[in-house]
């Protein structure tokens, strides 16, 4: 599904509200957990079959609504759109100013160059575009959250030919040492206070606290903007003769960012679009109708009559889309040829459902992300709407989105309506978005390190999220029985990597200019000398056990010494096994355990097998990752 929140529920708590995710966290994926609910489940069959019935008079509503609707701010001059996508004619509060703002210190400072010679770049940068696109950034969340808010906001400024502004920062939520240590490198601000969320409240005052990153330390900026017009919020605010400082810490779009028309007396122009226009059930938002192929005009009343409209209808439910092979199935007592897609897309076009292309999520779950295998989905015509057709004729200099849309939604939080603006975004994800030099460097070195530990074979590697998967209950509660099960899981990466050097067969995943990594044909996979031997002697008794286990490079939040030293006795090898403290020491940021993390990450994505879980944002990254390397796309193992 595109989402699954019910369209009642706000997609985002005002910052300001206690524990703003307890809502937004969701049910743990194993079925046992949820075993108890299910046994109620009998009692809504009756009910279900009467919505079933009434889909018609449902559908038939869907078709009646009008287009979103772009809501004026008060304090904000816009401009009136001829548009189909109309300002409504009630008027919202002002954009609000939460929290203090930020003041920069030299360490955020964008590296290098004149000051004035930039700024004329960023200028021609922006010139050629139709004018700014903001939004609501939730900076509170972690990187790889955060990296796929950026892109799903890339390709929304995109699609409208605007210049994406992004905050000039993010915030680290760990210190690799004392906070004192980090707090010499970066600004030390209680998470809490800074972002007007109080999720972190009850912890212990230094469990509260969070670093302010440059967002230049996250991304390679310098190389996005050669496929992507991006500005930083500080470039932003320089650009149009306002002061750097007015950047909330918040991470949300302030009103005190529209400033005066260069040259002129007169305000920027601007505009917002409410969150819950973004696609309000059961509208499901596609990048742009124009694109898509040329289908039947249609009697939307004559068609939702006949038998096929009806079974797709019945097979829907409740849910936003339906899934190609539930179409095939549905559809095959009208089809010549059912394994045919054409025939198959065609059949649904005359009934007036279109075909639609975006990525599988893992374990029916939206939380990865990851871009590495591509499906199509298939929606009743009546349900699109458009981006571009919303929004690419406001005449405005800066277009707003408020609030969150990443949530429970597919990578770039549309469906895409061609194959070939699917693979752009995968381009944008896999290629265009980099970490910087620093770390791709400290990454290549630590896994050609790990390819010499284990006497230049092929090498596997795991990720072990603890932290609040724990707290969660998404993952196991004790550390040592969440080791042995990711451990077991390697275990059998071993035999998958014999089986495709013996095949001599790569697979890769599916996704845009892949070259292969022929190292998996050439190299060796693990073999018994790549195990270490460990001598136990249970007590009481005195005789020996003797065990062995593969050596594998593991990624993980888990902190605890004891835990540490348990992890590598039992074959496992951690990034500080791999870098040396000097050369941690040349990048500085390390210091800080989110931007160390983007090395593990890294490191994940070069391993030859991998083993992660369905809900880490971590392993989705690492997955796409594993693509953009060229990895055979059986040599990974994700868990629920």
């Given amino acids: 599904m595109l989402r699954s929140d019910s369209p009642t529920r706000p997609l985002l708590r005002s910052p300001n509200t206690e524990e703003p995710h307890a809502s937004l966290r969701p049910a743990q994926p194993s079925w046992r ?205 320089q650009l149009n003769g306002m002061d750097p400082n007015l950047e909330q810490s918040t991470g949300q779009w302030s009103n005190d960012y529209i400033g005066k028309k260069t040259g002129s007396d007169k305000r920027m122009t601007a505009a917002a679009i409410r969150n819950e226009d973004f696609d309000p059930h059961p509208v499901v938002r596609v990048d742009s109708l124009s694109r898509m192929a040329k289908s039947p005009v249609l009697n939307m009343t004559e068609v939702m009559q006949q038998p096929v409209y009806g079974i797709l209808m019945h097979k829907l439910g409740n849910d936003l889309v339906l899934e190609w092979q539930e179409a095939r199935v549905a559809m095959a007592p009208f089809m010549t040829n059912v394994q045919s897609d054409d025939e198959l897309e065609e059949l649904l076009a005359e009934n007036g459902w279109s075909t639609l292309y975006t990525y599988a999520g893992e374990m029916g779950m939206e939380f990865q992300k990851s871009v590495v295998e591509p499906i199509r989905q298939v929606v009743p015509r009546s349900r699109l709407r458009g981006w571009v057709e919303d929004y690419d004729t406001i005449d405005v200099d800066t277009l707003v989105l408020r609030g969150e849309t990443h949530l429970r939604r597919k990578p770039g939080n549309m469906l895409f309506t061609t194959t070939s603006e699917r693979d752009e975004f995968s381009r944008t994800v896999l290629y265009h978005l980099r970490p910087v030099e620093s770390v791709r460097y400290v990454a290549k070195k630590a896994a050609r390190r790990m390819q010499e530990m284990v006497g230049g074979r092929m090498w596997m590697a795991g990720h072990m999220r603890r932290g609040d998967f724990v707290s969660e209950g998404w993952t196991e509660d004790g550390v040592k029985r969440h080791f042995y099960v990711l451990q077991n899981r390697i275990h059998m990466g071993r035999n998958v990597l014999v089986d495709i050097a013996a095949s001599q067969e790569l697979q890769p995943f599916d996704v845009p200019d892949v070259k292969p990594d022929t190292t998996q044909l050439t190299l060796a996979p693990p073999e018994r000398t790549d195990r270490q031997v460990i001598l136990s002697v249970p007590i009481p008794y005195p005789k020996l056990i003797i065990s062995s286990f593969f050596r594998f490079f593991m990624a993980t939040d888990e902190r605890s010494p004891q835990s540490l030293a348990h992890f590598k006795t039992y074959g496992a090898v951690l990034i500080h096994d791999l870098l040396t403290p000097e050369e941690l020491g040349e990048y500085k940021w390390f210091l800080l355990t989110d931007v160390l993390a983007l090395v593990e990450q890294a490191v994940l994505g070069r391993s030859y097998y991998l083993y992660c879980h369905a809900m880490s944002s971590v392993a989705g990254g690492a997955v796409n990752l594993r693509a953009l390397m060229g990895k055979d796309r059986r040599t990974m193992f994700i868990d629920d």
Wanted: with cysteine; hydrophobic share 40%; net charge neutral.
């Fill in 33 to 237: 957990r949820n075993f108890p609910f299910l046994l109620g489940s009998g009692i809504f069959v009756g009910v279900a079959v009467f919505l079933l019935l009434s889909l018609g008079n449902v559908e038939q509503a869907s078709v009646d609504r009008g287009p979103p609707a772009l809501v004026e701010e008060t304090t904000l001059d816009l401009a009136t759109s001829t548009t189909s996508c109309a300002l409504s004619a009630t008027v919202s509060d002002p954009l609000p100013t939460l929290g203090p703002s930020l003041h920069k210190n030299a360490t955020e400072q964008a590296v290098g160059g004149d000051e004035n010679s930039e700024l004329d770049n960023l200028r021609k940068m922006v010139s050629r575009t139709k004018g700014y696109y903001g939004r609501d950034y939730s900076v509170w969340l972690g990187w790889n959250n955060m990296r796929y808010i950026i892109e799903a906001s890339l390709l929304q400024a995109r699609l409208l030919n605007r210049t994406l502004i992004l905050p000039s920062f993010v915030y680290a939520r760990a210190c690799e040492k004392e906070n004192e240590k980090c707090a010499a490198i970066a600004t030390m601000v209680n998470r809490n206070d800074a972002t007007g969320v109080n999720e972190w409240r009850n912890r212990p005052l230094a469990k509260q606290m969070a670093w302010r990153v440059p967002m230049e330390v996250m991304l390679d900026l310098p190389h996005l903007r050669q496929t992507h017009n991006v500005l930083l919020l500080r470039e932003y605010l």
